[in-house]
Nanobody, 109 residues
Framework: VQLQASGGGLVQAGGSLRLSCTASGSIGSINAVVWYRQAPGKQRELVAVITGDGITDYADSVQGRFTISRDNAKDTVYLQMNSQKPEDIAVYYC????WGKGTLVTVSS
């Protein structure tokens, strides 16, 4: 399954924009979808993540302003960006995460 981000554009400070991440197949087959961004001259950073169970998490810099959501019927994950700031200027990417088989770590006292 491949993902394609769309919806970027020009927005005024304080404005809103919604990005879409559309899957070529069933987005429900992906364990988690992550939005990243990379500002000019900076490293790529994680912005928001949503699991198949709908659990979400956000970078501190966007907490309370951005909302990630998914619509499995449309095979799409959205990133609603409100109250935008100049520091939100970046190229935004979405990526899929597949869980591998985990390994148990036990620590004895």
């Amino acid at each position: 399954v491949q993902l394609q981000a769309s919806g970027g554009g020009l927005v005024q400070a304080g404005g809103s924009l919604r990005l879409s991440c559309t899957a070529s197949g069933s987005i429900g087959s992906i364990n988690a979808v992550v939005w990243y961004r990379q500002a000019p001259g900076k490293q790529r950073e994680l912005v928001a993540v949503i699991t198949g169970d709908g659990i979400t998490d956000y970078a501190d810099s966007v907490q309370g302003r951005f909302t990630i959501s998914r619509d499995n019927a449309k095979d799409t994950v959205y990133l609603q960006m409100n109250s935008q700031k100049p520091e939100d200027i970046a190229v935004y990417y979405c990526s899929g995460v597949y869980w591998g088989k985990g390994t148990l770590v036990t620590v004895s006292s």
